[in-house]
């Protein structure tokens, strides 16, 4: 009995430090925008409207989420349909080399997202007039999720059986059908899954659009949160963290809603 | 619509050489029920599955009606199949799964529906038509199946094992309702079996395989009275049958160290001094506790119950010989017994094959 | 009728009497040729943005090119002599070492043992408890960096950060006095969803029944852990490994709190690699030290594998 009891004490402490360790550093998020003047100090807000009256107001805020929310849309479909495409293909076929080629993009896609990438794709995005092109951007970010993509999705695929895709193979299905019809319903909880890896990703990606965009109307909510620190030399608290909260919440609601739909989790798992 | 089924020095290599059918020659006629029966790893589902197409075949051919499909994709060879899983698709109801052959030849959704609940109907599914496949009993996922090939108006079925999940009583039930409906619908048929007795109670013919060759083709009652060969005789019957060493000698057979008659299918066939395996189920020996004349006698080793007899294990002269004894004649063990085997029942086999005239 | 037995059954099955007869034999009927087709678009977009520009790192490492002056109009090969310098340079085995502590500490302890901690703890849970606790972690995950980045900056302030009201401390500068400790943890906080999602997956596909036959056998959680658990998951935690150490391996985020500082003392490779190729401009040396970290990364995955290839 008092092992049992040990236990569920055990068990509270361990849950309740987690969530104190994944909440404490939220809750200034929480505070600071309905703060009329907020220091880095968590305290009851006097929930003031003001913070985000002042937002509503600033030119470039919301059309930023807007453009944040075109690029990562853009860039996640466009990764998740050429992913699941070649993650099927890798999974179900041996190709020669394929595994071996896997690995080396996925350690190419670690050094294109450093820093010091920054110049020959600032350079390839001249010469293939891809600066200020959403187009272009999105591209650009595409090849570097891809290979970390293909990896993840192709996982799944390997979990699902194959007597599904013989069975409607049997049935006269083309290979196009196979995908439509069993591949994709079956591992949609995978597309899910890369889809928010993909857009939280595009989302946060300061750098790239930073570089490549220099229209400030069509520059993403990275940008605008990155110039909101820095103009005027002083951090305005009120203003970031109102933005913050702002352009925040769409990756949280997405999140929710992708979570509820087809549940958010990597059925069957990563391994190798 | 239906179809006759030919496949014509069929053989399987899978990458690594392991050579699942060697030169197999078959013929099953227009709306047959064919079993396959073997051992596992014999080679059946590599049959089955080359003949839908999902395997390559290595060599011969495969002719589905007087159209030869050896070269043609699994879905333009008009056959259906039922997995032993059932494959059936777990993100789809039960109408939409037994309608999913239409859905691929682009059939409107209307007249999907429609014919599904024709057929479910028919199986008995109406009341399931709207529930996946993973709130089902695995009866329920077997008809489901069944439904969806019966969709397709396919020119021959293909079953693998069908049964295989269920229980011992849904499985006899099963057996009854699948042999009404292929008589009914009238397809040609390929089962797959590894149970002697689902082979036996339905097909109209059957196959037995070994090692990726057919060892006999026949009817059931052919292949269970007369095996072509020791392997046949060993692996069908719900006993074994008894194979035991003998030599002729004088016109009359010596096993075990007792002298038996020529049985009437070897009559005249057999030379003095032959070496021959003496075959005879035990289903087919009379059991004596008096000696008699051409019985095996012995002490009895063991008694097994098979619900209405019994099969008593013979020692005959350190040789094992299976009797069984019905119902209220059982000896003990340690009784003194005899097996007389019936004579137009017993077989012999010369180099492990069927001594016949 | 049937065709005699010659060796020649092993080649490639013979001409049928309709076209397409070498269909293929995998189970959704691709064939090479359609499985290229699949891949193709992928493979272009990875070959035009993504190897080719990494492949102008490798080739910038040669060169003296820098940011600005004489050498950014008209770089010149001078071949080894980044790497020899980056090799010679203190600072770059300082950010060496630092990274280490960094993957080490955040990823491999931090990010991969709390992950699995947290699916063990909920794993057979349902209901609102694991909803939340997981929903919290993967929110710390989702979150943009920059946001993330000044919650920790707000958390950690020496005067108004909550840390120290919790704590009860006074002027700990977190994110001077102890720059290191800070970007562990605030990576373990930030990275910890992936973990968490993979292990939970992974115990899910651990058979039921092996675990209440170790159970029955009297096996406490811990050789239940080691015994079942873990032979079961080894490929999980191998891909886990590998994937968040070379993510962490190559995380910027951590310039976002300590720019570095203060004095280098949180200056892992990537933070050194932007601070000499864009602060100083020397992008062929930074290229230079890319190509390293690549090699790195490289030595690292090809370990990870082969861990994964052995006893298997
Ligand atoms: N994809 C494959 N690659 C290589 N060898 C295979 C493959 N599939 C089957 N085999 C081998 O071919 C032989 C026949 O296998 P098959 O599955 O046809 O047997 P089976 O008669 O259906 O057995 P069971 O009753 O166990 O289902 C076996 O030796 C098997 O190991
Ligand atoms: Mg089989």
Redesign the pocket.
Known sequence: MTRFALGRIGFATLIAVLLAFFTLPLLWLASAPLTSDPTYKVAAPDLTWENFRTILEHPYALPSLYNSLVLSAGTALLVVLLAALAAYALSRVRLPGRDALLYVLLLLSSIITGTAAMVPLFQLAVDLRLIDSRLGLILILSGGLLPAAIFMLKDFMDSTPESYEESARVFGASPLQIVRHVVVPLVRPGLATIAVWAVANVWGNFLMPFLLLRDVEKQPAAVIMYTLYTEGGQADLRLLSTFGLLYSVPVVLMYLIVSRKYGFRFHGGIKR | MMAAIELRGLTKV???G?R?LDHLDLAIPDGEFFALL??????????LRTIAGLETATGGAVVIGDRDVTGVQPGGRNVAMVFQDYALFPHMDVSDNIAYPLRVKKVARAARRARAAEVGARLGLEHLMDRRPGRLSGGQQQRVALARVMATQAQAFLFD?PLSNLDARLRLEARTFLKKLQRDLGVTTVF?T?DQAEALAMADRMAV?EAGHIRQIGTPAEVFRRPANTFVAAFIGSTPMNLLDGVVRDGRLEVAGCALPVPSSAEGLLADGERIVYGVRPEYNAYASEPAEGALGGKVAIMENLGASHLVTLDVNEVMVQVVVPEGREPAVGDQGYAVPRRDRALVYRDGELVTG | MAPPATPADLGPPPAGGERGHRHSVDAAGLGRLRAGAFTAPALALIAVFLVFPALWVLYLGLTDYRLTGVAAAEPRIVGLDNFLAALANPRFWGSTWLTVQFVAGSAVAGQAVLGFAIAWLLRDRRGPLRRIVEGLVILAWILPSAVVAFLWVALLDPSDGTLNAVLGLTDVAWLIDHPMLSIIVFNVWRGTAFSMLLYAAALESVPPSHLESARLAGASSRRQLRDVVFPHIRGHVLTNLLLISLWTFNDFTPFMLTAGGPDGRSEVLAVHVYIEAVRNGSLGYGAAISTIILLINLVVAVCYLRLLRSRR
Request: with cysteine; aromatic share 6%.
């Open positions: 899978y990458p690594g392991v699942a073997g051992p596992s790893g014999c080679g059946k589902t590599t049959l094992e797959v590894h395989m």
